[in-house]
């Protein structure tokens, strides 16, 4: 199937991303402390299917516990649509709630126990 091409970015706009992924896409809710904070929907995605279009300036970075994963957020309206993560460190999480959703078609969450990580992390895919 191809890949099609999703823009979205923060709340004012200062930052924009562009992500290419199957129409048809998993995302995963995980339950630990800064995603529950956040109510954050993880679409994982490749470094080669991921662009910053606008605002790497506004971007802030937060590290904490294992400091491995770059949870970016933007300095103006607080917004993370996109860092990359633990499980994925050669890759990005885009938030998917920041994703202008029209092109999408079947989508399916799929809850990740990310507050028992460590015993956890073998249940997610590759990124794609």
Known sequence: MALVGHSGGCHCGAVRIEV?????????????????????????????????????????????????????????????????????????SVNFRCLDQTAFGNVTVTPFDGANWEASIDELPPAS
């Open 20 to 92: 290419d992924s199957e129409p048809d896409a998993t995302v995963y809710a995980c339950n630990c402390s800064i995603c529950t904070a956040l109510n954050y929907l993880h679409l994982i995605v490749t470094r080669e299917h991921f662009r910053v279009l606008a605002g790497t300036d506004m971007l802030t970075s937060y590290k904490f516990n294992s400091r491995t994963a770059d949870h970016l957020f933007c300095k103006q309206c607080g917004v993370k649509c996109f860092y990359v993560p633990r499980s994925h460190p050669d890759g990005y």
